[in-house]
Antibody, heavy 120, light 107 residues
Framework: EVQLLESGGGLVQLGGSLRLSCVAS????????MNWVRQAPGKGLEWVAG????????FYADSVKGRFTISRDNFKNTLYLQINSLRAGDTAFYYC?????????????WGQGTLVTVSS | AIQLTQSPSSLSASVGDKVTITCRAS??????LAWYQQRPGKPPKLLIY???TLERGVPSRFSGSGSGTDFTLTISGLQPEDFATYYC?????????FGGGTKVEIK
């Protein structure tokens, strides 16, 4: 069974930094692209970043480019999201999601999410 | 970036009804479109990908259609567990985007 477990969220001050983690199990992590999607409380879904199976390619939404960095460790089966210069608008649940196929970004498995709250 | 516009943003329906949700892309996206269902407090669940391919385990009352810029999700015979929010999603050049969502509520 595919499992994705996010961690690292919490209450952070405006302008601060945070690193989110997503530990994967139940599938061959190194063979799949992965993504981060966020959802502000009561709002819709927003894709923020994706990374290829090897980690050699990373992609970002315009809204986070330059502040967010996605990375992965295929030996630890772990996906990361480094968030810098936090803004109030970054307050959201952050989900990691697995590509349906190796490099086809439909997300067939999701974690339960980790909440990031930015305070002033 | 390609924008996806869903309509309606919400609807009320009864068990057994046929429901149709529309997703319009700001430019042509070929067949790179998926639909997700999200129940309150839960992560999204993939229902349909490549416009019309049903994900494993998804009931056949869900169907998808469309091409180019206009796509639809149809639920034929709404069930109690289908009351949720539905999102479309596209990818182009490895950049993803989601529609704003359609909340399906009980009439």
């Amino acid at each position: 069974e595919v499992q994705l477990l996010e961690s690292g969220g919490g209450l952070v001050q405006l302008g601060g930094s945070l690193r989110l983690s997503c530990v994967a199990s139940g599938f061959s992590f190194r063979n799949y692209g992965m993504n981060w999607v966020r959802q502000a409380p009561g709002k819709g879904l927003e894709w923020v970043a994706g990374i290829s199976d090897t980690g050699g390619s990373a992609f970002y939404a315009d809204s986070v480019k330059g502040r967010f960095t996605i990375s992965r460790d295929n030996f630890k089966n772990t996906l990361y999201l480094q968030i810098n210069s936090l803004r109030a608008g970054d307050t959201a649940f952050y989900y990691c999601g697995k590509d349906l196929l190796g490099a086809v970004p439909y997300l067939d498995s999701w974690g339960q999410g980790t909440l990031v709250t930015v305070s002033s | 970036a390609i924008q996806l516009t869903q309509s309606p943003s919400s609807l009320s329906a009864s068990v057994g009804d046929k429901v149709t949700i529309t997703c319009r892309a700001s430019q042509g996206i070929y067949s790179a479109l998926a639909w997700y269902q999200q129940r309150p407090g839960k992560p999204p669940k993939l229902l349909i990908y490549d416009v019309s391919t049903l994900e494993r385990g998804v009931p056949s009352r869900f169907s998808g259609s469309g091409s180019g810029t206009d796509f639809t999700l149809t639920i034929s015979g709404l069930q109690p567990e289908d009351f949720a929010t539905y999102y479309c999603q596209q990818f182009t050049d490895f950049l993803l985007s989601f529609g704003g969502g359609t909340k399906v509520e009980i009439k």
